[in-house]
């Protein structure tokens, strides 16, 4: 049996991480469950799959949880609170596989200890590779560790990579990466119309059911800037060989094409648990829980390119990636700060890529030869991009 701690339990990555062990009981245990603030949750996965540890990062919360579980009798958890308790139970030796599944600069250093520490790390978090880039991937070739993509992007291409590809590694036989992306909510919304969108409109994704950052980031695109610099990382390609691609029907989830004009495609149902299930099994297969594809039901395909008037912020990740160095940790904080603004009501929606835009025209770039560098560029970015959001309120 393989131990698995999960960063970000609760969340919606999480929840289908523990549902995908759930029906292999006999290949994994839970060794760490981790939340930032939901509780109940936090509890009743306890309480179902008796992990080792349970963290949460409020000391306040982990000291209600510890109560909580000792009220119900239930004394097979040791709870743990604070950020350091996150990379803890990343690295225990009785843990092969670390689900890096915490949303946002914050599942950086407890996933960099899991990729320094060799695990298996099953790497949901894209910002934390954003954020240190070359750093990260260097961690994970000095240790050895496997780094195994969970967007379903990045999994997908991963699957369609040659036979015993690992991260991290250029193929040269690889002439384009086709990442997919649905388009989000407002692939048909008048232009004029953007300014006017609420936070529940941009989180009511057409196809995939996810937490409301991301559902954001969806909604704008960033997600997909994100997901671009992250292959340009995973699979040591450059960003002119990485195409954008609006596919709305988010079944084929990515494709690569070879110089032989081979183009393989990776298709299935817009659930998480496929490529969790994929990378879980890896390099074997087991049951997700995901019903059959039924192409018939599905119909038809359809693809076009992605209009960066529409969408600013994939154009702001494209200069992000060929600038390099802090550059995409300037992007990433920005856009944090900046989605939580619009999610809290106090910007509009356009302004997220303007918050993006200032962020990396006025903080200095430095290069990111170590991760003290890229935090303090991550704290420099949000600090310029509160305050301007600050003047829009």
């Not at 929840?15 to 603030?37: C, E, G, K, M």
């Not at 040269?172 to 990442?179: C, D, F, N």
Request: aromatic residues 6%; charged residues 20%; glycine residues 6%.
């Amino acid at each position: 049996m393989k131990g698995i701690t999960v960063l970000g339990s609760t969340g919606s990555i999480g929840v289908s991480t523990l549902d995908v062990v759930a029906r292999h009981p006999d290949q994994y245990r839970v060794i760490a469950l981790t939340a930032n603030s939901n509780i109940d949750r936090l509890f009743e996965q306890c309480l179902r799959f008796a992990p080792q540890y349970a963290v949460m990062i409020d000391y306040g919360l982990a000291d209600e949880l510890r109560k909580r579980l000792a009220d119900a009798g239930f004394k097979k958890t040791e709870v743990l609170g604070g950020t350091k308790a996150l990379e803890d139970v990343c690295v225990l030796p009785e843990v092969d596989s670390v689900m890096a599944a915490i949303v946002g600069a914050a599942g950086l250093l407890p996933t960099l200890a899991a990729a320094k520490a060799a695990k298996t790390v099953l790497l949901a978090n894209k910002e934390a590779l954003v954020m240190s880039g070359p750093l990260f991937m260097s961690a994970v070739a000095d240790s050895g560790a496997n780094l195994l993509p969970i967007d379903s992007e990045h999994n997908a291409i991963f699957q369609c990579m040659p036979a015993n590809y690992h991260a991290g590694v250029a193929a040269p036989e690889v002439r384009r990466i086709l990442l997919t992306a649905s388009g989000g909510p407002f692939l048909r919304k008048p232009l004029d119309e953007l300014h006017d969108v609420t936070p529940d409109q941009a989180v009511a994704h057409p196809n995939w059911v996810m937490g409301r950052k991301i559902s954001v980031d969806s909604a704008s695109m960033m997600n997909k800037g994100l997901e671009l610099i992250e292959a340009c990382l995973l699979f040591n390609t450059p960003p002119d060989q990485v195409q954008v691609v609006i596919h709305p029907q988010s079944v084929i989830h990515s494709m690569v094409d070879y110089v032989d004009g081979t183009v393989l495609a990776q298709m299935g149902n817009p659930d998480m648990r496929v490529p969790i299930a994929h990378a879980m099994a890896w390099p074997t297969r087991f049951d997700s829980g995901v019903d059959p594809l039924d192409l018939f039901a599905v119909k038809r395909l359809d693809f076009e390119a992605p209009d960066l008037v529409r969408f600013p912020c994939l154009q702001r990740a494209y200069d992000a990636v060929r600038a390099g160095e802090t550059m995409p940790a300037i992007l990433n904080a920005a856009n944090e700060i900046a989605v939580a603004a619009f999610l809290d009501g106090k910007i509009r929606f356009t302004a997220i890529p303007d918050t993006i835009s200032h962020c990396m025209d006025s903080v200095p770039v430095n290069k990111a030869d170590s991760i003290d560098a890229v935090l303090l560029a991550d704290q420099a970015a949000r600090q310029a991009a509160q305050a301007y959001t600050n003047r829009l309120n």
